[in-house]
C-alpha cells in the first residue's frame, strides 16, 4: 500500500546521514525541508522535487518502475548500461555537514562492486564521496581526498529483491557514519575532509580510466542535505519501514484527554494536536458517537486553533448515556484522529415513594427513599402532594434534608377526611424526579363529648380522627371501637391521650366487626389509657 504524501518508502537510496546534532525535531512546517539541497522521487523522471534544478540526465535509458513509493528508478538486472549523471558544482558537492538517504532494492550481489552513487573525481586526485554495494554485500559510504580514503559499512548482509532504508552522515572534521533501516549507526572517524577536485556524479555507475562498473536493482527517494538530520528525523523518515518522502507531510498527530464538565446534555471534549504533520492545520475539534470509533460523520465540534491543546463543546447529548469521543484534526494530507475516551453523561436521579404515616386528620408523614444521585448532587428533595393524581412540586410539597437514602417529610395543612395522591421527589443540576405514586385519606373528625356518657361506642365506616371533650378530672371513661362490615379503618388519636407500655398509640385491629374497648383516666389535663382490649 503506498501513501502519496504521507510515508513515501525511500526506494534503494543510501543516506550519508552523520552523527546527530543536538537538536529538537518535530514536524511543524516541515523542517525536515531544512537543508534539503536535492530530492529524486524517480516518478517518471530525473527531475529535482525541491525545484532546485539539479536534474539528472538518464543514460542508456533507465527505467521507471513500481518503486518503494510510487515509481522508482530500475537499472535492471544485470544492468551494464544504464545510469544517471548529473550537474558537476551542483548541491552533490557539499563541502561541509552533509546527510544522504534514500532506498535500495539490489538485484544482483556478488563479489564485486556495485555503485550506487558517486561524485568523485576518478583523475588522479582521487577526491569525493561514494555509495556502493561491497564485496561482503553490505551497504557502504566512503570519503576520499588525495592520497586519503576511507569508507564505513553497514553490517546488514544485503538479499535481493529487498527494499532497504540507507541514512550516511558526514561531520565535516568529525565523524562517518552509515545506517540500514534505521539500525544503530556503525560510525568511522576520518583524518581528513571532503574534497572534490572535478567529480564525475553519477547514479548507477562509477567510471574509470581503467573499468565501468554498474548498479543492478532499483534506487527510489534520494534526497542530499547539508547537514546532519537527527536520529528522530532518520526514524521518522524510515517511517517503521514504510517511508517519509519530499515534502514531508502527513495527517497530524494528536491525542484525546478525558471529558470534562460533563452534565447532562453537555460536556467538554480536550484534545491536544502534538504535530500537524508538516501542514498547516485547518479544522481540529472534538467528535463523539453512542458507539465506538466515532468519527466526523457522527457529531461534532470544532475549536480554532492549530498545535496545542483545545477543548470543544459537546452539546444535545442524551442524559444519562455512555458516548466515545476522539479528538479530530485535518490539515491538507488528510484527517487524523486521536485515541478513544469514553465518558457518561450525568442523569435524573432515581427516587422511590413508601406508604404515607402517622396519618392524622391535617397531618401525615411522607416516606421516599434516593436510591441513586444519577451523577450528580442532590440539591433538594421531599415529598408532594395533591388531591388530583400526579403531584408535582408545583402544588404542596414538604422538603427533607439530605442526599440519597431514606427521608421522611412532613405533610400539613390536610383537609380531614380528603384523599391525597403523594409522591416523593428528587432534584440535582440536571433536573427533578419523582417516584412511584401512592394514596392516603385523612380521617374525618370524630368529637367525643364525656359530657354525655362515660361510655360511648363509635362504629368506623372511614377513617376517623378523635377529639375528646368535657373530660372531668379524676373521669373514668370507655370508649368502644366497632369496624363495620367492611373493615380496614384506622383511627389517630388526640395528642393528649397518654398510652401505656411503649407509649405508642395501638394499631385496632380492623378486620370487619372488630370491636376495641379502650379504657383511659383522665387528671385534667390528660387521658391516660389504662386498659385495651381487643375481640
Given at each position: 500500500m503506498k501513501t502519496k504524501i504521507i510515508s513515501k518508502a525511500f526506494a534503494g537510496i543510501f543516506i550519508i546521514s552523520y552523527f546527530v546534532y543536538p537538536f529538537a525535531f518535530c514536524f511543524a512546517q516541515s523542517p525536515l525541508i531544512t537543508g534539503l539541497s536535492v530530492y529524486y522521487k524517480f516518478d517518471g523522471n530525473g527531475n529535482d522535487a525541491t525545484g532546485g534544478g539539479n536534474t539528472?540526465?538518464?543514460?542508456?535509458?533507465?527505467?521507471?518502475?513500481?518503486?518503494?513509493?510510487?515509481?522508482?528508478?530500475?537499472?535492471?538486472?544485470?544492468?551494464?548500461?544504464?545510469?544517471?549523471?548529473?550537474?558537476?558544482?551542483?548541491a552533490f558537492e557539499p563541502t561541509g555537514?552533509?546527510?544522504?538517504?534514500?532506498?535500495?532494492?539490489?538485484?544482483?550481489?556478488?563479489?564485486?562492486?556495485?555503485?550506487?552513487?558517486?561524485?568523485?573525481?576518478?583523475?588522479?586526485?582521487?577526491?569525493?564521496?561514494?555509495?556502493?554495494?561491497?564485496?561482503?554485500?553490505?551497504?557502504?559510504?566512503?570519503?576520499?581526498?588525495?592520497?586519503?580514503?576511507?569508507?564505513?559499512?553497514?553490517?546488514?548482509?544485503?538479499?535481493?529483491?529487498?527494499w532497504y532504508f540507507v541514512a550516511c552522515r558526514f561531520t565535516s572534521g568529525g565523524t562517518l557514519s552509515i545506517s540500514v533501516n534505521n539500525n544503530t549507526p556503525n560510525t568511522i572517524t576520518p583524518n581528513?575532509?571532503?574534497?572534490?577536485?572535478?567529480?564525475?556524479?553519477?547514479?548507477?555507475?562509477?567510471?574509470?580510466?581503467?573499468?565501468?562498473?554498474?548498479?543492478s536493482g532499483m534506487i527510489d527517494e534520494l534526497g542530499l542535505w547539508t547537514r546532519v538530520l537527527s536520529d528522530a528525523e532518520v526514524t521518522n523518515l524510515y517511517n517503521s519501514g514504510n517511508g517519509f518522502a519530499y515534502p514531508f507531510t502527513s495527517i497530524a498527530t494528536l491525542s484525546?484527554?478525558?471529558?470534562?464538565?460533563?452534565?447532562?446534555?453537555?460536556?467538554?471534549?480536550?484534545?491536544?494536536?502534538?504535530?500537524d504533520g508538516g501542514a498547516?492545520?485547518?479544522?481540529?475539534?472534538?467528535?463523539?458517537?453512542?458507539?465506538?470509533?466515532?468519527?466526523?460523520?457522527?457529531?461534532?465540534?470544532?475549536?480554532?486553533?492549530?498545535?496545542?491543546?483545545?477543548?470543544?463543546?459537546?452539546?444535545?447529548?442524551?442524559?444519562?448515556?455512555?458516548?466515545?469521543?476522539?479528538a479530530y484534526a485535518i490539515n491538507s494530507v488528510g484527517i487524523s484522529y486521536g485515541n478513544e475516551v469514553t465518558f457518561t453523561t450525568l442523569n435524573i436521579p432515581t427516587v422511590t415513594t413508601q406508604a404515607v404515616t402517622s396519618i392524622a386528620a391535617t397531618t401525615a408523614t411522607g416516606n421516599g427513599n434516593v436510591t441513586s444521585d444519577g451523577g450528580a448532587t442532590i440539591t433538594e428533595r421531599g415529598v408532594?402532594?395533591?388531591?388530583?393524581?400526579?403531584?408535582?412540586?408545583?402544588?404542596?410539597?414538604?422538603?427533607?434534608?439530605?442526599?440519597?437514602g431514606a427521608f421522611t417529610a412532613s405533610i400539613t395543612g390536610l383537609t380531614a377526611g380528603t384523599s391525597y395522591y403523594v409522591r416523593a421527589y428528587t432534584i440535582n443540576s440536571v433536573g427533578i424526579s419523582y417516584g412511584n405514586q401512592v394514596t392516603f385519606s385523612s380521617p374525618a373528625t370524630a368529637t367525643v363529648n364525656w359530657n354525655i356518657s362515660n361510655v360511648q361506642e363509635i362504629t368506623l365506616t372511614a377513617n376517623r380522627s378523635f377529639t375528646f371533650t368535657n373530660g372531668k378530672s379524676g373521669g373514668i371513661y370507655h370508649l368502644i371501637v366497632k369496624q363495620d362490615v367492611t373493615g380496614g379503618w384506622a383511627v389517630s388519636?388526640?395528642?393528649?391521650?397518654?398510652?401505656?407500655?411503649?407509649?405508642?398509640?395501638?394499631?385496632?385491629?380492623?378486620?370487619?366487626?372488630?370491636?376495641?374497648?379502650?379504657k383511659f383516666l383522665y387528671d385534667g389535663a390528660y387521658y391516660y389509657e389504662t386498659e385495651i382490649k381487643q375481640f
Open positions: 539528472i540526465t538518464n543514460v542508456g535509458s533507465v527505467a521507471y518502475a513500481s518503486g518503494k513509493i510510487n515509481n522508482g528508478a530500475d537499472f535492471g538486472s544485470p544492468n551494464s548500461t544504464k545510469y544517471f549523471t548529473g550537474i558537476a558544482g551542483s555537514n552533509f546527510t544522504i538517504t534514500c532506498w535500495v532494492k539490489p538485484a544482483l550481489l556478488n563479489s564485486a562492486h556495485h555503485w550506487i552513487f558517486t561524485a568523485y573525481d576518478e583523475s588522479s586526485s582521487a577526491k569525493g564521496i561514494y555509495f556502493f554495494i561491497g564485496p561482503g554485500n553490505d551497504l557502504r559510504v566512503g570519503i576520499a581526498t588525495t592520497g586519503n580514503n576511507t569508507n564505513v559499512g553497514d553490517l546488514t548482509s544485503l538479499f535481493t529483491g529487498t581528513f575532509v571532503q574534497s572534490y577536485g572535478s567529480p564525475n556524479i553519477r547514479f548507477g555507475n562509477r567510471k574509470t580510466s581503467i573499468e565501468e562498473l554498474f548498479f484525546t484527554q478525558a471529558v470534562s464538565s460533563i452534565g447532562g446534555t453537555t460536556a467538554t471534549g480536550n484534545g491536544t494536536v502534538t504535530l498547516t492545520i485547518t479544522e481540529r475539534g472534538i467528535c463523539w458517537n453512542t458507539s465506538s470509533t466515532p468519527t466526523t460523520a457522527n457529531s461534532k465540534a470544532t475549536s480554532a486553533g492549530t498545535t496545542g491543546t483545545f477543548t470543544s463543546s459537546m452539546t444535545g447529548l442524551a442524559i444519562g448515556t455512555l458516548y466515545y469521543v476522539r408532594c402532594w395533591n388531591t388530583s393524581t400526579t403531584p408535582t412540586t408545583a402544588n404542596s410539597k414538604a422538603t427533607s434534608t439530605g442526599t440519597t388519636w388526640p395528642a393528649n391521650v397518654k398510652w401505656s407500655d411503649t407509649g405508642i398509640a395501638p394499631i385496632l385491629t380492623s378486620t370487619s366487626n372488630a370491636v376495641a374497648i379502650i
